[in-house]
């Protein structure tokens, strides 16, 4: 009689034999046939939009690997609870194996494009998940070895083979994601790709947009740097051959740009701040590059914008929608249909070959990586992913700032000292940031901040403060902005949903 561990253990192997395998063959059908991918990004769609939320808050851009480790988790728990109530009357492990299978398939022909030979990987996996707890269930490992035979006792050899098929599983399901990106990856396309030659080119950044004295973000944030938020669970791939830009809807005209179609635009250079809308008061959401690219207005102006058109709803190549109005891609703060950041052909993380660029709104409704279509419609007819959750339709970025140096906790010595930080209102600019420190003695006055050059309202400003740290104890510092237009950064607390998070960021340090 297997014990009711060794059946559980027994479980978790035929579960990863399941995924292995599944995986492994998924590599040579195409990414369409990818189960682990299709459950992952089937269970984010599925998550309510508080929730989601909540990884971002508490992960923030290992929100994925969150994700894909708590599956596995989850995986092992339910493999293992109902393999130890498995019997050859009630195979509740093996029923449990092919309802995940189903699962799978379901999720995999869920997939824009999948056929029925993509859940052929998922099928086969299946079936050899069951016949591994089938096996290792059957009693043909613990039955007494026979007469002089001095190989291992029973329990020994049922947990060696046990843990062989978990090694199998295992290998079996790293090689095929490695396969896996391997045929599909485009970074030779992406390699090959010499931006195009831009036309109106970035006014240069001087150095005096970064503070001296204090260690503070570059001004230009380094890819390798830049926030990624998104609800890609794998990166998705698309070669600039395979690649098509569809404009349609509230039009006088449909039009389909190829890549190669994009070289009768003018090529645009700009540098724009961007910012995730679940950004927390002094969270790191936001980053600053330059990016390469066609003006979006030019793209749309052939296929005759209807009058009545109030939003363009744009959708990646995996499915991801954002709706944006239409006078933010008509109008005159240059958004760009990106083909390049920093000088470089776009990561593929970041949305190689083309996204979107809007100055002034959040990232979730502007800001599609992968952009494969652009419907011209309006707000009262249709809803875009992150809107159907609970966010709002329109997203224009507040007035924020936020304290880089010194950092909560921090030990300061007594004397000269220089803070500072970042602010931003993109598309309005910031005017001024105000600093007050208060000590044992009570609240401080609000103090103006120095602040680094403009560069344009589009980017953030970096700000710095000079203090004399004379008194000893527990201090605090705070920081408001003021933009252009003379509105200064409300004090009220509000949360990212839904439409940004509001309250001034405060640090508290001792001086030493």
């Known amino acids: 009689m297997t014990a009711p561990a060794t059946k559980a253990m027994g479980g978790i192997a035929a579960a990863a ?160 994601a490695v396969l896996g990106r391997l045929s599909t990856s485009v970074s030779g396309d992406r390699n090959a790709f010499a931006l195009p030659k831009v036309d109106v080119a970035a006014p240069p950044v001087p150095p005096t947009v970064q503070p001296q004295g204090v260690a503070l973000p570059s001004f230009v944030t380094s890819n390798a740097d830049f926030y990624r938020i998104d609800t890609a669970l794998a990166v998705p791939q698309l070669s600039r051959e395979n690649w098509q830009l569809r404009i349609h809807g509230m039009v006088d005209r449909e039009i389909t740009y190829s890549f190669a179609d994009l070289e009768q635009f003018e090529v645009i250079e700009k540098l724009v701040t961007l910012t995730c809308v679940s950004n927390p008061v002094g969270g790191d959401l936001v980053g600053n590059a330059a990016w390469t ?60 070959p083309a996204r979107l660029v809007v100055p002034g709104l959040y990232g979730y409704v502007s800001a599609t990586k992968w952009v494969v279509d652009l419907e011209v419609t309006r707000f009262d007819r249709a809803e875009a992913y992150w809107t159907r959750l609970g966010w709002s339709a329109r997203g224009p970025i507040k007035t924020e700032s936020r304290i880089d140096v010194p950092r909560s906790g921090q030990d300061v010595a007594r004397g000269p000292v220089t803070f500072g930080g970042v602010a931003w209102a993109q598309d309005r600019g910031v005017r001024a940031v105000e600093v007050r420190i208060d000590g044992p003695d009570g609240e401080g006055d609000w103090q103006q901040a120095d602040l680094g050059a403009s560069y344009s309202n589009d980017t953030w400003r970096l700000w710095s403060y000079r203090w004399d740290a004379t008194q000893t104890g527990l201090h605090t510092i705070t920081v408001r902005a003021t933009d252009n237009t003379g509105a200064v950064q409300t004090e009220d607390i509000a949360d990212p949903v839904p439409d940004g998070a509001t309250g001034w960021h405060s640090v508290g340090f001792a001086v030493v």
């Not at 596995?72 to 093996?94: D, F, N, Y």
């Not at 997939?111 to 059957?138: F, H, I, K, N, Y």
């Not at 058109?309 to 006078?327: E, Q």
Request: proline share 6%.
């Open 293 to 352: 690219g066609y003006r979006v207005r030019d793209l749309l102006a052939p296929a005759g914008i209807h009058r009545d058109a109030d939003m363009v709803l744009s959708m990646s190549i995996d499915g991801f929608t954002a709706g944006t109005p239409v006078d933010a891609f008509t109008d005159d703060r240059g958004s760009l249909l990106a083909v390049g950041m920093n000088g470089e052909p776009l990561p593929t993380n970041h949305g190689y």
């Open 17 to 176: 034999v399941a995924l292995g395998v599944t995986q492994l063959l998924a590599a040579f059908v195409g990414p369409q046939a990818d189960a682990r991918t299709a459950v992952g990004s089937a269970v984010i769609d599925l998550t309510p939009g508080p929730a989601k939320e909540w990884a971002i808050q508490t992960f923030g851009t290992a929100d994925k690997l969150f994700l894909a480790l708590a599956v596995l988790v989850v995986i092992a728990a339910v493999a293992a609870a109902t393999a130890a109530l498995e019997t050859r009357r009630v195979p509740v492990g093996s029923i449990a194996i092919v309802a995940a299978g189903v699962a799978g398939c379901a999720a995999v022909l869920s997939r824009a494009g999948a056929t029925l030979v993509d859940v052929v990987p998922t099928v086969v996996g299946t079936a050899c998940g069951v016949a591994v707890l089938r096996l290792l269930l059957s009693g043909r490992f613990t039955d007494a070895p026979p007469a002089g035979d001095s190989g291992p006792d029973p329990g020994r050899r049922l947990s060696l083979v046990t843990l062989g098929f978990l090694g199998v599983g295992a290998l079996t399901g790293v090689g095929g």
